[in-house]
């Protein structure tokens, strides 16, 4: 009798390498991107010991081959647009770009030394005068509700709000306020009227939680981050929802990882080893504009886009799809916040 052979194959993959394989690949498949996943920590909701992530996402320099140049390169005379965060980063850029195609932009920013600066650079940059700042800190309820007025003041038709800031009073409660105390100017603009929201790719790691501020355990950065740019996006998906007969479009979307001031500041070492690798501002800035000048019909409200194109809002693995059904909750809760009446 011939003695058996055997042969036995080892293959050792450790769960955290395995892990960051299947995030890369979703998020690839996701987005169509390149996506680079930077940092160990991994997304506690795949039931891992670990408990954030970063993601990063390359310039995808195949996206950009298929835009289309006359996309945007429409005139927008006699259109309404209100940019908050628009004295850096990508909020500058949007700014820019949408007054560099005639459009009345009103900067709203929270420090009137660094907003007139950017109004007189935008005014010299693009040759358009109808560039106006108001000055506002979105963390303050009492500030976005004076803002209000002075717009209902003026009674202008609202065509086109973005927003772009960074923590849970700006980010979630900023976003909610401004949001719904402009829906009687962007009403007037109807059937054209559209808020976009710059959300982040990085919600990708986080369901929606009714635990806005995490008062539930450690508090953790990079983990709030994810939370609040998950809320825009499920908002986002319940304002199309909600107002879905009023003729307002609302979108929501994933910018790219952009060089800007707020990078710069918020993660110095990553800013550095990545530098000269990233988006600028402008590159960063393009699918907003993009939303803003596309005709309706081409949109899908609700939606979550990234690079000229709608995106999936959860990926495979995430196990985040049906948290969106807290938003109910979620917005109760910041209309009680906000101390806006019912
Ligand atoms: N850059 C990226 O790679 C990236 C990736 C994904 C998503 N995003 C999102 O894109 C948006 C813009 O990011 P960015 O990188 O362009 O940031 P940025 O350069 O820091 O710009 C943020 C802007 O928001 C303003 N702002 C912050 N807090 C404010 C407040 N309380 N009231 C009024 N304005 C306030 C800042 O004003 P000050 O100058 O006064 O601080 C600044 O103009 C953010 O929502 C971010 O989450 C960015």
């Known amino acids: 009798m011939q003695p058996r052979t055997s042969l036995q194959i080892h293959i050792c993959v450790s769960v955290s390498a395995l892990t960051m394989f299947l995030l890369k690949c979703a998020i690839q498949n996701a987005l169509h991107a390149e996506a680079l996943v930077w940092g160990l920590p991994l997304m506690s909701e795949l039931h891992l010991t670990v408990s954030s992530v970063c993601i990063l996402f390359q310039i995808d320099r195949e996206h950009s081959k298929n835009f289309k140049p006359e996309d945007v390169q429409t005139r927008i005379e006699g259109k309404n647009c209100v940019v908050t965060g628009a004295n850096s980063g990508i909020g500058y850029a949007t700014a820019e770009g949408l007054a560099s195609r005639g459009a009345t932009v009103y900067l709203v920013c929270r420090n009137k030394e660094r907003g007139e600066a950017a109004l007189s650079k935008i005014q010299s940059m693009t040759g358009n005068k109808s560039v106006y700042l108001e000055v506002c800190d979105l963390s303050s309820v009492s500030e976005i509700k004076s803002l209000a007025s002075r717009f209902y003041s003026k009674d202008v038709p609202v065509h086109v709000l973005t927003r772009y800031e960074l923590n849970f009073a700006v980010n979630v409660l900023g976003t909610y306020t401004t949001t719904e105390l402009m829906l009687p100017l962007l009403e007037k603009a109807a059937p054209d009227a559209r808020v976009i929201t710059v959300s982040s790719g990085g919600m990708y790691t986080a369901p929606l939680t009714k635990d806005l501020q995490f008062s539930d355990s450690n508090f953790d950065g990079v983990e709030q981050y994810a939370r609040n740019k998950r809320v825009q996006v499920a908002l986002t998906e319940k304002w199309a929802e909600m107002y879905n007969n009023e003729g307002i479009g609302f979108y929501s979307m994933h910018p790219g990882w952009a060089e800007t001031p707020g990078v710069a500041k918020s993660l110095p070492s990553f800013s550095k080893s990545f530098s000269g690798k990233l988006r600028s501002s402008e590159e960063g ?56 009446s019912l």
């Open 285 to 340: 800035a393009d699918t907003i504009i993009w939303l803003a000048l596309q005709a309706k019909e081409k949109l899908a409200s609700g939606s979550f886009y990234f690079d000229r194109a709608e995106a999936p809002k959860h990926l495979t693995f995430a196990a985040t799809r049906d948290s969106h059904a807290a938003i109910n909750s979620i917005v109760a809760s910041l209309r009680s916040l906000s101390a806006l």
